[in-house]
Protein backbone atom coordinates (compact mmCIF):
# COMPACT_ATOMS: atom_id res chain seq x y z
CA UNK A 1 0.00 0.00 0.00
CA UNK A 2 1.39 3.16 -1.05
CA UNK A 3 -0.30 5.46 0.79
CA UNK A 4 -1.85 7.55 -1.70
CA UNK A 5 -5.81 7.17 -2.33
CA UNK A 6 -8.02 7.54 -5.50
CA UNK A 7 -11.50 7.57 -5.50
CA UNK A 8 -13.34 5.77 -7.58
CA UNK A 9 -11.76 2.80 -8.84
CA UNK A 10 -13.85 2.46 -11.71
CA UNK A 11 -16.14 5.23 -13.38
CA UNK A 12 -17.93 4.46 -16.63
CA UNK A 13 -20.01 7.53 -18.14
CA UNK A 14 -21.39 9.00 -21.80
CA UNK A 15 -19.76 10.76 -24.43
CA UNK A 16 -20.17 14.52 -23.50
CA UNK A 17 -20.16 14.00 -19.76
CA UNK A 18 -18.12 15.22 -17.04
CA UNK A 19 -16.75 13.63 -14.10
CA UNK A 20 -14.28 14.25 -11.40
CA UNK A 21 -11.44 12.32 -9.82
CA UNK A 22 -9.76 12.42 -6.35
CA UNK A 23 -6.55 11.92 -4.76
CA UNK A 24 -5.53 12.07 -1.57
CA UNK A 25 -1.71 11.82 -0.96
CA UNK A 26 0.33 10.21 1.45
CA UNK A 27 0.22 11.61 4.82
CA UNK A 28 3.16 14.59 4.67
CA UNK A 29 3.60 14.51 1.26
CA UNK A 30 2.80 18.03 -0.28
CA UNK A 31 2.67 17.21 -4.01
CA UNK A 32 0.61 15.48 -6.20
CA UNK A 33 0.71 14.62 -9.20
CA UNK A 34 -1.76 13.19 -12.19
CA UNK A 35 -0.52 11.07 -14.75
CA UNK A 36 -3.02 9.17 -17.90
CA UNK A 37 -2.42 5.64 -18.85
CA UNK A 38 -4.29 4.67 -22.08
CA UNK A 39 -4.19 0.80 -22.95
CA UNK A 40 -0.80 -0.28 -23.58
CA UNK A 41 0.94 3.06 -23.59
CA UNK A 42 3.39 4.67 -21.10
CA UNK A 43 2.32 7.11 -18.60
CA UNK A 44 1.67 11.06 -19.43
CA UNK A 45 1.91 13.67 -17.36
CA UNK A 46 -0.59 16.28 -17.06
CA UNK A 47 0.10 18.12 -13.74
CA UNK A 48 1.28 19.07 -10.87
CA UNK A 49 0.69 20.55 -7.88
CA UNK A 50 2.83 21.02 -4.98
CA UNK A 51 0.96 22.73 -1.63
CA UNK A 52 -2.23 24.03 -2.88
CA UNK A 53 -0.32 25.69 -6.31
CA UNK A 54 0.42 24.30 -9.85
CA UNK A 55 3.97 23.75 -10.38
CA UNK A 56 4.31 22.10 -13.62
CA UNK A 57 1.76 21.44 -16.65
CA UNK A 58 2.42 18.48 -18.63
CA UNK A 59 0.25 17.86 -21.93
CA UNK A 60 -3.19 18.58 -19.70
CA UNK A 61 -6.20 19.26 -22.27
CA UNK A 62 -7.98 22.01 -22.12
CA UNK A 63 -11.32 20.55 -21.38
CA UNK A 64 -9.15 18.99 -18.03
CA UNK A 65 -8.78 20.79 -14.89
CA UNK A 66 -7.18 20.08 -11.74
CA UNK A 67 -6.79 21.76 -8.16
CA UNK A 68 -5.59 21.06 -4.99
CA UNK A 69 -7.07 21.90 -1.74
CA UNK A 70 -5.75 23.34 1.85
CA UNK A 71 -5.97 19.83 3.24
CA UNK A 72 -3.91 18.40 0.45
CA UNK A 73 -5.78 16.22 -1.40
CA UNK A 74 -6.51 16.82 -5.10
CA UNK A 75 -9.33 16.71 -7.59
CA UNK A 76 -9.15 16.07 -11.30
CA UNK A 77 -11.82 17.42 -13.68
CA UNK A 78 -12.81 15.95 -16.86
CA UNK A 79 -15.02 16.87 -18.74
CA UNK A 80 -17.04 17.56 -22.67
CA UNK A 81 -15.75 13.34 -22.65
CA UNK A 82 -14.58 11.90 -25.67
CA UNK A 83 -14.52 8.04 -26.37
CA UNK A 84 -10.51 8.84 -26.72
CA UNK A 85 -10.21 9.97 -22.80
CA UNK A 86 -10.95 6.04 -21.66
CA UNK A 87 -7.76 5.51 -20.10
CA UNK A 88 -6.44 4.74 -16.37
CA UNK A 89 -5.84 7.90 -14.64
CA UNK A 90 -3.51 8.06 -11.91
CA UNK A 91 -2.33 10.49 -9.17
CA UNK A 92 1.16 10.21 -7.43
CA UNK A 93 2.50 12.16 -4.42
CA UNK A 94 6.13 13.19 -3.19
CA UNK A 95 7.40 15.14 0.02
CA UNK A 96 8.93 18.36 -1.30
CA UNK A 97 7.32 18.58 -4.88
CA UNK A 98 10.93 18.52 -6.51
CA UNK A 99 10.38 16.97 -9.76
CA UNK A 100 12.98 14.16 -9.48
CA UNK A 101 11.89 12.97 -6.27
CA UNK A 102 10.31 9.15 -5.57
CA UNK A 103 6.72 9.12 -6.28
CA UNK A 104 4.34 7.03 -4.53
CA UNK A 105 1.51 6.21 -7.00
CA UNK A 106 -2.37 5.43 -5.89
CA UNK A 107 -4.38 2.38 -7.68
CA UNK A 108 -5.73 4.74 -10.18
CA UNK A 109 -9.34 5.29 -11.23
CA UNK A 110 -10.21 3.78 -14.77
CA UNK A 111 -12.44 5.70 -16.44
CA UNK A 112 -14.59 4.25 -19.26
CA UNK A 113 -16.33 6.58 -21.90
CA UNK A 114 -18.79 4.93 -23.61
CA UNK B 1 11.34 19.31 -24.31
CA UNK B 2 13.30 15.76 -22.67
CA UNK B 3 12.75 13.10 -24.69
CA UNK B 4 13.37 9.72 -22.77
CA UNK B 5 13.23 6.30 -24.86
CA UNK B 6 13.03 2.95 -23.81
CA UNK B 7 13.47 -0.33 -25.53
CA UNK B 8 12.03 -2.75 -26.25
CA UNK B 9 8.67 -2.06 -25.93
CA UNK B 10 7.88 -5.79 -25.29
CA UNK B 11 10.46 -8.74 -24.53
CA UNK B 12 9.31 -12.46 -23.94
CA UNK B 13 11.36 -14.57 -22.45
CA UNK B 14 11.57 -18.20 -20.77
CA UNK B 15 11.55 -18.46 -17.37
CA UNK B 16 15.40 -18.57 -16.27
CA UNK B 17 16.45 -16.45 -19.37
CA UNK B 18 18.13 -12.90 -18.80
CA UNK B 19 15.87 -9.29 -19.77
CA UNK B 20 17.47 -6.32 -20.53
CA UNK B 21 15.53 -3.14 -20.89
CA UNK B 22 17.51 0.24 -21.97
CA UNK B 23 16.65 3.96 -21.00
CA UNK B 24 18.05 6.91 -23.16
CA UNK B 25 17.96 10.47 -22.81
CA UNK B 26 17.87 13.41 -25.31
CA UNK B 27 19.79 15.26 -22.35
CA UNK B 28 21.69 14.94 -19.66
CA UNK B 29 19.96 13.95 -16.90
CA UNK B 30 20.35 14.84 -13.15
CA UNK B 31 19.40 11.36 -11.66
CA UNK B 32 17.24 8.17 -13.02
CA UNK B 33 14.55 6.34 -11.44
CA UNK B 34 13.12 2.78 -12.25
CA UNK B 35 9.98 2.21 -11.52
CA UNK B 36 7.89 -1.39 -12.23
CA UNK B 37 4.01 -1.79 -12.56
CA UNK B 38 2.72 -5.44 -12.60
CA UNK B 39 -0.56 -5.95 -14.62
CA UNK B 40 -3.63 -4.66 -13.35
CA UNK B 41 -1.08 -2.58 -10.79
CA UNK B 42 0.45 0.59 -10.14
CA UNK B 43 4.24 1.90 -10.65
CA UNK B 44 5.99 1.00 -8.09
CA UNK B 45 9.24 2.69 -7.34
CA UNK B 46 12.13 0.27 -7.38
CA UNK B 47 15.52 2.20 -7.08
CA UNK B 48 17.45 5.75 -8.29
CA UNK B 49 20.82 6.05 -9.45
CA UNK B 50 22.73 9.97 -9.34
CA UNK B 51 26.13 9.24 -10.25
CA UNK B 52 27.88 8.92 -13.44
CA UNK B 53 28.83 4.91 -13.81
CA UNK B 54 26.77 4.19 -10.82
CA UNK B 55 25.71 0.32 -10.61
CA UNK B 56 23.46 -0.78 -8.46
CA UNK B 57 21.89 -4.37 -7.28
CA UNK B 58 18.85 -5.55 -5.96
CA UNK B 59 19.00 -9.54 -5.76
CA UNK B 60 18.44 -10.42 -9.24
CA UNK B 61 18.22 -7.00 -10.47
CA UNK B 62 21.12 -4.99 -11.91
CA UNK B 63 20.73 -1.13 -12.41
CA UNK B 64 23.33 0.78 -14.04
CA UNK B 65 23.72 4.79 -15.40
CA UNK B 66 25.62 5.88 -17.66
CA UNK B 67 29.11 7.60 -17.45
CA UNK B 68 27.77 10.27 -19.33
CA UNK B 69 24.35 10.40 -17.68
CA UNK B 70 21.95 10.11 -20.90
CA UNK B 71 21.46 6.68 -20.48
CA UNK B 72 20.73 3.75 -18.02
CA UNK B 73 19.60 0.11 -17.87
CA UNK B 74 18.05 -2.75 -15.44
CA UNK B 75 19.19 -6.01 -16.38
CA UNK B 76 17.30 -9.34 -14.85
CA UNK B 77 19.30 -12.23 -14.17
CA UNK B 78 17.56 -15.83 -14.55
CA UNK B 79 13.71 -14.12 -15.06
CA UNK B 80 11.02 -15.49 -13.05
CA UNK B 81 7.25 -15.63 -13.56
CA UNK B 82 6.82 -12.97 -10.80
CA UNK B 83 9.05 -10.37 -12.82
CA UNK B 84 6.19 -9.89 -15.36
CA UNK B 85 5.08 -6.37 -15.41
CA UNK B 86 6.04 -2.91 -17.27
CA UNK B 87 9.33 -1.56 -16.13
CA UNK B 88 9.44 2.38 -16.68
CA UNK B 89 12.53 4.56 -16.19
CA UNK B 90 12.21 8.10 -15.35
CA UNK B 91 15.06 10.68 -16.10
CA UNK B 92 15.52 13.72 -14.09
CA UNK B 93 16.29 17.27 -15.59
CA UNK B 94 15.94 20.87 -14.45
CA UNK B 95 13.30 19.41 -11.43
CA UNK B 96 11.45 17.31 -13.64
CA UNK B 97 10.87 14.09 -14.12
CA UNK B 98 9.92 12.42 -17.80
CA UNK B 99 8.99 8.71 -18.04
CA UNK B 100 9.70 6.25 -20.79
CA UNK B 101 7.26 4.37 -22.62
CA UNK B 102 8.19 1.25 -20.82
CA UNK B 103 9.43 -2.15 -21.67
CA UNK B 104 6.42 -4.99 -20.73
CA UNK B 105 8.53 -8.32 -19.62
CA UNK B 106 6.27 -11.39 -20.07
CA UNK B 107 8.14 -14.72 -18.72
CA UNK B 108 7.01 -17.91 -19.86
CA UNK B 109 6.77 -20.61 -17.38
Known amino acids: DSGVTQTPKHLITATGQRVTLRCSPRSGDLSVYWYQQSLDQGLQFLIQ???????AKGNILERFSAQQFPDLHSELNLSSLELGDSALYFC?????????????FGSGTQLSVL | GQQVMQIPQYQHVQEGEDFTTYCNSSTTLSNIQWYKQRPGGHPVFLIQLVKSGEVKKQKRLTFQFGEAKKNSSLHITATQTTDVGTYFCAGGHAGKSTFGDGTTLTVKP
Open chain 1, 49 to 55: YYNGEER
Open chain 1, 92 to 104: ASSARGQGSEKLF
